[in-house]
């Protein structure tokens, strides 16, 4: 590593390294262009070599084929060992007209290895043994080929004697060109070690001193010796060096100028600083700016903070050891943020109460006022503000409210006293009002009831007198036929009287709450088919239908089932009493849901008896389950006490369920009644 106070050595200049650039570009282009200069020269020696074996053959071919054509075996080894030793000739090979190698000589190449194989001339032809170490021959490498033919004439006509291949190679162009190539390397050599030494003397003078000059004029630079730091650089006109030699005096100038202003700027800046520091220190609350960011960091905070919150104002400093969000009380935290950023969005000023955990963990209220800081683009750099100790304003505001609380409760509870009061005046007055109203109506139920039933009483017991009277006066005269039809009357009289009575003794058992009921779970649909059979006989006497329509649902629930079979008896004996011959009475079960009295919805089960009479008056369809109430129809002379659907009425809701009558729309009435499948047993 080199120390940055290192002398700067000639290796290390950029001259040097100028240099180096240069000189491997000049090393690079003269290697390349002596390499392009010796493969021209590669190529023209291979061209000249071929010219050459072409003339061999012409001085050669005329020879060979005298020898071959007289047998002279040792002109042709003469002739051949002269051959080879031309310069361009590095092997020979001749064969005769039938293809057989009679002559063989020359440097070849064997399973890699080289070497001179000597001459082997018969021109009988050569042994297979003399032959062997051709068959792959290689005339060395990047081997040079000229094969032509040779011929005698005799007797004006060419007698082919055979054919003869010389072989040549790059090491006869190596002879050749070696010494120019040396020239040549030698030449570049001594061009580059001068122009190296050349270049390195005038970059030295030209660039690493005027460089150095600078470098070392800035190194020794600093606050002290600005005035006195000059650069001078001797070279020949005005270039690059001495346009960097004025650029650097001047930038020296205007350094020394600017660290003046700005000594004198900071002496004003403290100035102010000190002013400023005393007005925010008299400022009664804590004065702060904080960037506008996730943490909201904190750039300046007054020392006024550690008496407000128990910490050193160095500690909230970009959030040091504390954030200001960190000291709002977790309750209030949500509320600050949203206040301040819709203040931001507004441009508003910020102003908002909230809390803050003291060091101690005591709560204190403070009142912070503020407003945003924006750049020259419209977006928020800072929030400043104020932030006060309202402490004990609001302590004071709290004992207050709580003082107006307390007067406000107490007015509360002296208002409801009275209120009461007048309740109970006016409740007691609507009790005696009420005890009136309820002795004047059991007056006049009592007056109602005793008309009635003295009305129900006296008709059959006129009838029963007046029956027995015909029986006394005439039974003498009459047959007996007629005396058992009155003896008859006055039984059928009687039972109804007694149904009346046990009508009356039910209906006053049920209201009274004394009549005892056997809850048990019971099969309604069974009930309902028990009670219709008692009715067979009649239904066909009178000639009406009866249809039951029985769904796949449950049908157990739990009731008394003689009083359910005593409803379900009452609905069917009403429905055959007055459904005219050839109609139908329909019976049906479904399930459903009842609401009870303490809007609890529970599952139950539905059941409809409707006919197909005349129906039921629209202002009797409540008043119809009321004591001795009857429809105009059954007054008609159909019979009936009026009290049968009042006890039914009296059954039903003794079961926690719901009793109604309605029309059907194409005609005739519908009687239902609706029962939970669970009862409260306890």
């Not at 005035?227 to 070279?235: M, P, R």
């Not at 109203?437 to 039933?453: G, M, Q, R, T």
């Not at 389950?625 to 008609?636: A, I, N, Y």
Request: aromatic fraction near 8%; charge should be negative.
């Amino acid at each position: 590593m080199i120390k940055s106070n290192a002398p700067i050595t000639i290796r290390n200049s950029i001259a040097t390294r100028l240099l180096k650039i240069v000189f491997s570009i000049y090393l690079i282009v003269a290697v390349s262009v002596t390499i392009s200069h010796m493969v021209i020269e590669y190529y023209n020696q291979k061209d000249t070599i071929k010219s050459e074996l072409v003339e061999i053959q012409k001085s050669i071919s005329q020879g060979l084929a005298v020898d071959i054509w007289q047998m002279n075996q040792e002109a042709l080894l003469s002739r051949v060992e002269g051959i080879l030793k031309l310069p361009v000739i590095t092997g020979i090979k001749i064969q005769n007209h039938k293809g057989n190698i009679i002559a063989l000589g020359g440097v070849i190449s064997h399973d890699g290895d080289i070497g001179d194989v000597g001459q082997h001339i018969d021109i009988l032809g050569l042994s297979s043994e003399e032959t062997t170490i051709h068959l792959d021959e290689k005339y060395n490498f990047d081997v040079f080929i000229h094969k032509f033919p040779i011929s005698y004439t005799f007797q004006k006509e060419a007698k082919k004697q055979g054919t003869v291949t010389l072989y040549s190679n790059t090491t006869v162009i190596y002879q050749r060109v070696k010494l120019g190539f040396i020239m040549l390397v030698v030449n570049a050599i001594i061009k580059t070690v001068a122009l190296w030494f050349i270049f390195l003397y005038f970059s030295n003078i030209l660039l690493r001193k005027p460089l150095t000059a600078i470098a070392t004029a800035t190194k020794n630079i600093n606050l002290k010796n600005l005035d006195s730091v000059k650069v001078e650089i001797k070279t020949p006109g005005r270039n690059e060096l001495k346009v960097l030699e004025e650029s650097f005096n001047s930038m020296i100038g205007s350094l020394n100028k600017s660290i003046v202003e700005r000594e004198h700027a900071e002496e004003l800046m403290r100035e102010s600083e000190e002013r400023y520091s005393t007005l925010v220190n008299n400022i009664p609350g804590v004065s702060y700016r904080c960037a506008y960011d996730r943490h909201s960091t904190m750039e300046f905070i007054s020392p006024e903070i550690e008496k407000l919150s128990g910490y050193l104002a160095t500690d909230f400093i970009h959030n040091h050891v504390h954030s200001y969000a960190s000291i709002i009380h977790y309750d209030d935290i949500r509320k600050v943020k949203n206040a301040v950023k819709e203040c931001v969005n507004k441009k508003e000023t910020i102003a908002i109460e909230y809390r803050i955990i003291h060091s101690d963990g005591d709560v204190r209220w403070v009142y912070d006022k503020g407003q945003s800081i924006f750049n020259e683009n419209g977006d928020v750099r800072y929030l400043d503000g104020v932030v006060i100790d309202i402490t004990q304003r609001k302590k004071a505001e709290q004992a207050l409210l709580e003082v107006h609380n307390q007067l406000e409760q107490k007015v509360i509870e002296r208002t409801k006293a009275l209120q009461q009061e007048i309740d109970e005046r006016k409740q007691i007055e609507y009790d005696l009002l009420e005890s009136r109203k309820e002795a004047e109506f059991a007056n006049n139920a009592k007056s109602e009831f005793l008309s009635n039933v003295s009305h129900e009483f006296r008709t059959p017991m006129h009838q029963i007198l007046s029956y027995s009277k015909f029986g006394v006066d005439k039974i003498d005269k009459v047959k007996k036929e007629k005396l058992h039809h009155y003896f008859m009357k006055i039984g059928t009289i009687g039972k109804n009287l007694l149904s009346l009575l046990n009508n009356l003794l039910d209906l006053s058992k049920l209201e009274s709450g004394k009549l005892d009921y056997d809850l048990q779970k019971m099969d309604l649909q069974q009930i309902i088919n028990n009670v219709t059979q008692e009715f067979v006989s009649l239904i066909d006497e009178k000639g009406v239908i009866l249809e039951i329509m029985e769904g796949n649902i449950l049908t157990e629930l739990i009731c008394d089932e003689q009083k359910i079979g005593q409803v379900v008896r009452n609905y069917i004996s009403n429905a055959v009493k007055f459904t005219p011959k050839d109609k139908k009475i329909f019976i049906s079960i479904e399930q459903s849901e009842l609401r009870k009295a303490d809007n609890k919805i529970v599952p139950a089960l539905l059941i409809n008896v409707s006919d197909q009479e005349i129906g039921i008056p629209d202002d009797e369809l409540e008043s119809i389950f009321d004591k001795f109430v009857q429809s105009r129809k059954t007054k008609t002379g159909a019979g009936g006490t009026g009290l049968g659907l009042a006890i039914c009425k009296e059954i039903i809701e003794a079961h926690n369920g719901k009793i109604w009558a309605e029309n059907n729309p194409e005609g005739g009435a519908m009687f239902s009644f609706m029962l939970p499948y669970e009862q409260n047993t306890e």
